[in-house]
């Protein structure tokens, strides 16, 4: 079982410009979250998908959007990059969302300049 | 609103000796609580949860939590710590409703030899 994959693991971005990071879950999972943790802080909720539909929303702005394809992967699309979208960003997966553990990937590094 | 604290930055132990890292939440109702480590440069590992139940939990790698209702409080815990024990800890608080987590600011363990 190969768990909870994201790439890439490092990435870096110009100010201004768009990037998309994927997820693939942990085999037998159906729904995915994503969360930003920033340095030196915890995880915070970005949002999470469900039957290829955004279910739950933390709050983050609108230029923070997703996807999630019938195979269940996922992705995190972040337009108009701003410094402080540097960040750590973690993908969860979960047997349903009213599963109550999650696996979490290994991140994407995101750095923007 | 959910939410968890993790009031140490950090936690320095000599290896061999017992540890303590402590958390408190904040919920409405009962809580589905949790605890995940972070190596450097990884993703979120699962430890342990607290459902329902007994109060003591036992996790991985040794790890147990108190859950103590009536002081909120949620502590990891290790009879005696080992070096590689040394890394992010976090305290996370389940959505009751969905697979979302909040989660604590970490607390960083040293454990020395």
């Known amino acids: 079982d190969a768990g909870v994959t994201q790439s890439p693991t490092h990435l870096i971005k110009t100010r201004g410009q768009q990037v998309t990071l994927r997820c693939s879950p942990k085999?037998?999972?159906?729904?995915v979250s994503w969360y930003q943790q920033a340095l030196g802080q915890g995880p915070q909720f970005i949002f999470q998908y469900y039957e290829e539909e955004e279910r739950q929303r933390g709050n983050f702005p609108d230029r923070f959007s997703g996807h999630q394809f019938p195979n269940y992967s996922s992705e995190l699309n972040v337009n108009a990059l701003l410094l402080g979208d540097s960040a750590l960003y973690l993908c969860?997966?979960?047997?349903?969302?009213?599963?109550?553990?999650?696996?979490f990937g290994q991140g994407t590094r995101l750095t923007v300049v | 609103a959910q939410s968890v604290a993790q009031p140490e930055d950090q936690v320095n132990v000599a290896e061999g000796n017992p540890l303590t890292v402590k958390c408190t939440y904040s919920v409405s109702g009962n809580p589905y609580l949790f605890w995940y480590v972070q190596y450097p440069n990884r993703g979120l590992q699962f430890l342990l949860k607290?459902?329902?139940?007994?109060?003591l939990v036992k996790g991985s790698y040794g790890f147990e939590a108190e859950f103590n209702k009536s002081q909120t409080s949620f502590h990891l815990k290790k009879p005696s710590a080992l070096v590689s024990d040394s890394a992010l800890y976090f305290c996370a608080v389940r959505d009751r409703d969905f697979n979302k987590f909040y989660f604590g600011s970490g607390t960083k363990l040293n454990v020395k030899p």
């Open positions: 969860a997966s979960s047997r349903t969302y009213r599963g109550t553990e999650a696996f």
């Open positions: 607290y459902i329902t139940g007994d109060n």
């Open positions: 085999s037998g999972h159906d729904t």
